[in-house]
């Protein structure tokens, strides 16, 4: 079997896979968000935090409960690394510097996972474990259940409840992320994953040098990463290294796990709406932008202009052998295209039109099928804002799912989609204003600009992925990204929340022969055409002087 028909197999078997799961996985998860009781480990929790689990939250509440959570994450994950020295299974390692900490917390704690420190050589088991694993599953379980209480305000009437966020968080962890991570690790271990507690082994290299190999609980921890789209690496090789992805196979399963929660969420909003049509057509939205975005990718890698990449009949410069270009592709875009941000072979390398796809997959908002939870609520501002300029076209008041998009709505609605360009381009523009920023990039020119584009757009989407030629553990870099990804998390959420406050609140409006059908394939085109034509108009002026130009170069 040639490489192109094995990686075609790969692709295709995964599309099958997420296809076969998307019912039983996004109906088992509407019965998880809309179950009436609570277990015994649930009821225990409530009692030690002091939760009423039945006591139902309006938006603003809801908005401060998830910032507060947040807030006591970060403190306690910035406290956890400078104080590891201290602390039992700390590999002998030093604190972690402030400003490296300070952007490892919020990173971690908004989903990010952005990495400017070598795991393997700064953080010891206990930290990677008792902080950052803890964050992978809490900060999933965020953004799913914001996703929820924004689908609660499109299937509520006349009332201001939203739902109860510590009972979301609490079910999203311990009955979806849990058991979910739990089987992949134990699947990751069977695939040669590494799972030990075991003290770092010193080797002797190929050219007589010296090296340190750390283990560690890196299966539990790889499942986690992917599955609640994180992509904190516990190697700075991320899943690159053998040791959290050995295998062609183990390669396959770790991109199902993090694309299945998202691509089933629609599911499970077509069912809490009491719509399941509505589900297929936000799926599908996901699936055509998915599928454009892999072929894209792999075409730009497959057919790439260039003396060495024409003699080997593609653009393999830091492409993991053992995964091969088209399987590296599907990773690369699939962990663009979700929150993820991991990795399995090095995005500073790829084709400057690679690259682009990349950064655009970012730039699209993650939507396609976007991190869990946020890939389902950015798709839904994005369907709102289509209806919007459908009811534009035909003179009439713009509704969605019984409810009517007023001035308040879209105004919630455009703000969400202003923030994070807002965050991008501001922030590169800084970055690139000033010699002492300028002196972290290792390539000038196109290529250059491209590594800051890129690490401003990781960052304010929430990714964590890297061009990699930029120096960016500097204090600069370490504090500007870690407010972008503040910033580019909870703003968000809050205008999500916010708008699905003011949904909550209406009447249901009756369908009638002005009402938009948002079921169908017409509405499905529209929603990707604007999508494509909002982030085109945008980012295209930035894009045209980073991987365009060195394209055309």
């Known amino acids: 079997m040639s490489s192109t028909t ?23 998860m509407y019965r998880v968000f809309s179950a009436r009781k609570h277990n015994r480990l649930e009821r225990g929790i409530y009692k030690v935090i002091g939760v009423d689990p039945e006591a139902e939250q309006k938006w603003s509440v809801y908005a401060k409960s998830v910032l507060a959570f947040s807030l006591i994450s970060v403190l306690v994950l910035y406290g956890f690394q400078r104080l590891q020295d201290k602390l039992f299974l700390s590999l002998g390692f030093a604190p972690v510097p402030d400003h490296v900490a300070w952007n490892t917390a919020v990173s971690f704690v908004t989903n990010t996972n952005w990495q400017a420190y070598s795991g393997e050589s700064t953080m010891g088991y206990l930290v990677q474990m008792s902080g950052l694993a803890v964050q992978n599953f809490v900060s999933a379980a965020v953004g799913m259940a914001v996703a929820i209480a924004f689908v609660r305000g499109f299937a509520r009437r006349k009332t201001e409840d939203l739902g109860n966020f510590w009972v979301d968080l609490t079910r999203a962890t311990l009955r979806i992320l849990l058991p979910i991570a739990v089987l992949g690790a134990i699947v990751l271990i069977a695939g040669g994953v590494v799972q030990n507690f075991t003290d770092p082994h010193a080797v002797t290299t190929l050219t007589g040098g010296q090296q ?39 390669n396959w399963v770790e991109i199902f796990l993090l694309l299945v929660i998202s691509f089933s969420l629609p599911r499970t909003f077509g069912r809490l709406v009491g719509q399941k049509r509505q589900g297929y057509a936000i799926v599908a939205v996901m699936a055509v932008l998915a599928i454009v975005s892999i072929t894209a990718t792999t075409a730009a890698q497959v057919a790439h202009h260039g003396t060495v990449p024409e003699a080997v009949a593609a653009a393999s410069e830091g492409t993991e052998q053992r995964f091969g270009i088209v399987d590296s592709a599907m990773f690369a875009a699939s962990t663009t295209l979700t929150s993820t941000g991991s990795v399995n072979s090095f995005h500073d390398s790829y084709t400057s039109l690679g690259g682009a796809v990349l950064l655009l997959n970012m730039m ?80 000038s020119g196109p290529h250059g600009f491209s590594e800051v584009l890129y690490a401003f757009t990781s960052a304010s989407n929430n990714n964590g992925s890297a061009f990699a030629g930029i120096t960016v553990n500097t204090p600069f870099y370490d504090t500007a990204l870690g407010l972008c990804m503040a910033f580019g998390r909870f703003l968000p959420i809050i205008l999500v929340l916010a708008l699905a406050g003011s949904l909550a609140k209406q009447a249901p409006v009756p369908e009638s022969v002005g009402t938009l059908p948002t079921h169908r394939p017409q509405f499905i085109g529209m929603v990707v055409g604007l999508t494509l034509v909002l982030v085109a108009l945008t980012f295209f002026p930035a894009l045209a002087l980073g991987p365009l130009a060195e394209g055309i170069h």
């Open 6 to 28: 094995a990686g075609i197999v790969f692709i295709v078997s995964l599309l099958v896979a997420l296809a076969l799961v998307h019912v039983p996985l996004g109906d088992y």
């Open 212 to 250: 340190t190999i750390t283990g560690g609980a890196v299966a539990s921890q790889e499942a986690i990463k992917d599955l609640g789209t994180n992509g904190g690496g516990y190697y700075n090789a991320n899943s690159a290294h053998p040791f959290e992805n050995p295998t062609a196979w183990t």
């Open 364 to 443: 699209l908002g993650e939507v396609a099928p976007g991190g869990v939870g946020s890939g389902l609520y950015g798709m839904l501002i994005l369907a709102v804002i289509t209806v919007f300029v459908a009811g534009l076209m035909v003179g009439r008041t713009p509704e969605f799912l019984g409810k009517k998009i007023g001035p308040r709505e879209i105004k919630l609605a455009s703000l969400y989609f202003l923030v994070t360009p807002a965050l991008v381009l501001i922030g590169s523009a800084i970055a690139m204003a000033f010699a002492k920023t300028r002196a972290s990039m290792l390539n």
